[in-house]
């Protein structure tokens, strides 16, 4: 298959020529993108109101972290939080500054225009119509481009809820980079998109290849970690098969993230990515992490002192393993456009 049969959406497996190489002296590097987002109640169905943005002490404390860590986060940011005065104000701060990003983040339930029924099929915005899905992103870009004087150049689907026309609709709105691709997970069972087979690695995506995807990272770790995906999906079919290999380390599926991963398994897909040669590890949480209380990870000040420490642990890891940060804007400079590299050889 080559780029010419391929429509560039984001639920194929990417042409062998879309995969997006690097010079040697890039290295292996590392960006943290922030699901930054409402309240809400995570075991309860999905409404247009009922929802706060309080959490802003815990981000400023979570930027004031990153910051001294030396890390830019990207803040793909959804429209109650970029609609909040207070919010807006703060994050535009740190962008003037120069000590963080915000890209677009997009719950359709609570995003604007308000058309379709709200039930959890509906909260994938990429099996929205077409029209609908459109609507939407335009109208999360231009409340953006009012907060903040530019459009966004970097999204995250809410639920990584991508479809059949993401990718076209993101090129045709300006987007340079898309974070939605959850290579090794499957929510077809949840109404969503079914990620298995996707590389981890970046590639160019969209009918004119002029759309970076950075997919989020996920390793497979432990004895049985060279069966991989396969492997993992016929342990997963043999019901508590699949837990059992885990307890028993032989095969687990690791995300990068502090919310519901021990450190040591982080730091083992850390190590894991590395050797599968995968240029750029990709980190994420929620915002509402930040501030005890609003979701299942951080309940109490002990789980966000937890967090931190998870932080602190898996900092120095990278450190030790001489992967650096790199913010938005470098890594989409370090990226050659499509067929370049290709001309050039």
């Not at 209380?293 to 420490?309: I, K, L, N, W």
Request: some cysteine; aromatic content about 10%; charged content about 20%.
């Amino acid at each position: 298959m080559t780029s010419f049969s391929h429509d560039g959406g984001l639920l194929r497996m990417p042409a062998a020529e879309d995969r997006i190489a690097f010079d040697p002296a890039f290295g292996t590097r590392f960006m943290l993108f922030v699901d930054t987002e409402e309240e809400f109640d995570w075991n309860a169905p999905f409404r247009r109101t009922g929802h706060g943005v309080t959490a802003l002490d815990g981000m400023a404390r979570g930027q004031a972290y990153f910051a001294a860590a030396g890390v830019k986060p990207v803040y793909v940011t959804d429209y109650p939080v970029v609609d909040s005065d207070a919010a807006a104000e703060m994050m535009g701060r740190w962008l003037a500054d120069g000590a963080a990003d915000v890209g677009a983040h997009l719950h359709p339930w609570v995003n604007p225009p308000h058309v379709e029924e709200v039930t959890a099929a509906n909260s994938y915005v990429g099996f929205l119509p077409e029209a609908v899905e459109r609507a939407k992103l335009e109208a999360l870009c231009q409340r953006i481009a009012e907060r903040f004087g530019a459009r966004p150049v970097a999204y995250r689907a809410g639920r990584y809820g991508v479809g059949p026309n993401s990718a076209r609709l993101l090129e045709e709105a300006g987007f340079r980079l898309d974070s939605s691709v959850r290579g090794r997970f499957d929510y077809s069972g949840q109404y969503g998109p079914d990620f298995q087979g996707l590389p981890q690695y970046p590639y160019w995506a969209g009918p004119g290849r002029r759309l970076v995807e950075l997919p989020l990272s996920t390793a497979f770790v432990g004895w049985l970690r060279g069966g991989g995906e396969r492997l993992y999906r016929v342990a997963q079919r043999m019901g508590p098969v699949a837990g059992a290999l885990a307890r028993a380390r032989m095969l687990s599926r690791i995300p990068l993230t502090p919310e519901g991963i021990a450190p040591q398994e982080a730091i083992a897909a850390i190590d894991a990515l590395i050797g599968e040669g995968v240029p750029v590890l990709n980190f994420s949480f929620h915002s509402p992490t930040l501030e005890p209380g609003h979701t299942p990870y951080v309940r109490d000040e002990a789980d966000r002192t937890a967090f931190y420490r998870w932080w602190d642990k898996v900092l120095g890891h990278l450190d030790r393993r001489n992967v650096r940060a790199v913010t938005l804007d470098q890594l989409l400079g370090a990226v050659q456009p499509h067929g370049r590299a290709c001309q050039a050889a």
